[in-house]
């Protein structure tokens, strides 16, 4: 067993509430330099949806992450190692300037500068990389809120399989629904990006997961950007390197949570240290896609086995780390409670944010097999924990998010949180659980104090309960090993000299 240790995100979509406040947080510390204009390491997205850049989950296009040639064995859906070489020089894979958006700005002195006239002066829109004057045609959230949906959402690609009929009820307009995605790079176990990458320059730090592009090695072949299956790799054209989310690992080492969780309004955001075997990653990476997720939560260990403790420490992980582990809110979402996902687990990554999905939005009535808005006199909410494939948002798109098509298992995560809604609603609103809604949380494979905990953690969590941040100890690492200052140009966050093209 080889133990190590993991900064991980959840994120709790029914409470994400695509205010993009995490968007800018992240904007304004990590990209606001030529070149990385277009760069959203975090970003919000409506679903259905294409997403940013778009439509970046058709790897029919864009080739990214891994596919499984035989049993016990992936390979990059990208290239092989000859066909790398051979594409060196052209990747027909690499999203273009079109795919993400051109960026842009507004000529704001016309508004000071404009002659008199009858008109009013207006600001034109303007090209961040030519400067010259441009019609505005797509953004990073263009098809926010479902705008354009007859463009955008109805060729979300999560879409593949759902009868006509349910398809038709998702885009109706009176009974329209969508949810909210945020997605930053998932700091994967299996990242294809590292397998790709032909100068070694991006690495995943050993002591808490964190991928990150040493800016130094980069020569620009950018075959991380098309590797990449959930496109959160970009290539900065100023400078010619790539870079990408670094988790904000510069406050995590001082105690703080990354800048987009810590400014959520939604408080959708948590994070904790996920202890894992590493000798499980290529068996887990490799099974047939029904078993991708199982194979995945396996992986991922008990930090309270006193054998998985033994050989932490056998392996350096400091007992603060362990003890975070024992408190971190992601691996009670994700192992104690079942209730989280982690995003096209199909890609074989293996990725390590997770997310729990969202419930339908306000349901009252099923008739004829569709959902009705009045809302009744009578209890109607054990009816839809009794037929959730009637609800607003289908199982099946769900399930091609976030569990490779299985709905089973979108369908019992669902069950457990209406059960908790249904619970907490009797005891606040009657005053009392009956016995029918006990037997509904035994159903939903639930007890009272799980719920108790589930609802606790979901609604009234403190700063120090979603965020589980073990004491860093890297200052001693880097000073044991290697000069700050040279340590400095190799983590994606600046140069002690300028870069060049090529080095």
Not at 215 to 226: D, P, Q, S, T, Y
Not at 228 to 250: D, H, M, Q, R
Request: net charge negative.
């Amino acid at each position: 067993m080889d133990v190590r240790a993991h900064m991980s995100m959840l994120f709790h979509l029914d409470k994400c509430i695509g205010c993009h406040t995490c968007s800018i947080a992240c904007k304004n510390l990590w990209t606001d330099r030529k070149g990385a204009e277009y760069m959203w390491w975090n970003n919000v997205e409506t679903r259905p949806g294409m997403g940013y850049p778009t439509g970046w989950e058709d790897q029919e296009h864009y080739r990214g992450g891994w596919k499984r040639t035989q049993p016990g064995a992936i390979e990059l859906r990208l290239h092989t190692r000859p066909q790398g070489l051979a594409n060196l020089f052209y990747n027909p894979a690499l999203p273009s300037l079109e795919d993400y958006y051109e960026p842009f700005t507004f000529r704001y002195e016309d508004l000071f500068n404009a002659p008199e006239s009858d008109d009013q002066p207006t600001a034109r829109p303007v090209s961040m990389i030519t400067g010259e004057p441009i019609q505005i045609e797509a953004g990073p959230n263009w098809d926010d809120d479902l705008s354009g949906s007859n463009l955008y959402a109805k060729n979300d690609p999560n879409l593949k399989g759902l009868p006509a009929e349910v398809q038709a009820q998702l885009h109706e307009i009176e009974r329209v629904v969508m949810n909210y995605l945020p997605r930053i790079c998932n700091h994967c176990l299996n990242p294809a990006c590292v397998a790709a990458c032909p100068s070694g320059a991006i690495y995943k730090r050993a002591e808490d997961g964190v991928v990150l592009v040493n800016e130094n090695k980069c020569k620009a072949w950018r075959m991380c950007v098309a590797a990449c299956p959930y496109k959160k790799v970009y290539y900065n054209w100023a400078t010619g390197k790539s870079e990408k989310c670094i988790l904000c690992f510069p406050r995590l080492e001082t105690g703080q949570a990354p800048a987009c969780a810590h400014s959520c309004v939604g408080r959708i955001r948590y994070m904790g240290v996920l202890l894992y075997d590493a000798d499980r990653i290529p068996e887990a990476a490799t099974v047939p896609d029904d078993e991708l997720v199982d194979a995945q939560l396996e992986a991922i260990l008990d930090p309270f086995d006193p054998e998985v403790i033994a050989a932490a420490r056998a392996n350096g992980i400091d007992d603060a780390w362990i003890e975070a582990a024992q408190r971190s809110p992601v691996y009670h979402f994700l192992k104690t409670w079942g209730l989280a996902l982690p995003l096209h687990p199909e890609y074989r990554t293996m990725a390590m944010m997770f997310y729990i999905p969202p419930l339908s939005p306000v349901v009252s009535v099923v008739e004829q097999g569709l959902v009705k808005l009045d809302l009744p006199p009578e209890r109607v909410d054990f009816e839809l924990f009794h037929r959730l494939d009637t609800a607003r948002m289908p199982l099946e798109y769900l399930a091609n998010l976030f569990a490779a098509g299985d709905a089973e298992r979108i369908r019992r995560i669902l069950r457990k949180m209406l059960a908790v809604r249904i619970y907490k609603r009797r005891e606040s609103v009657d005053g009392a659980v009956d016995a029918a809604t006990l037997e509904l949380v035994r159903e939903a494979g639930l007890s009272p104090e799980a719920v108790e905990a589930i609802y606790r953690l979901t609604t009234q969590p403190t700063l120090e309960e979603r965020f589980v941040l073990p004491p860093y100890h890297r200052e001693q690492a880097i000073e044991a090993w290697n000069d700050p200052l040279e340590h400095k140009g190799t983590t994606g966050l600046g140069f002690l000299q300028p870069p060049k093209r090529g080095e």
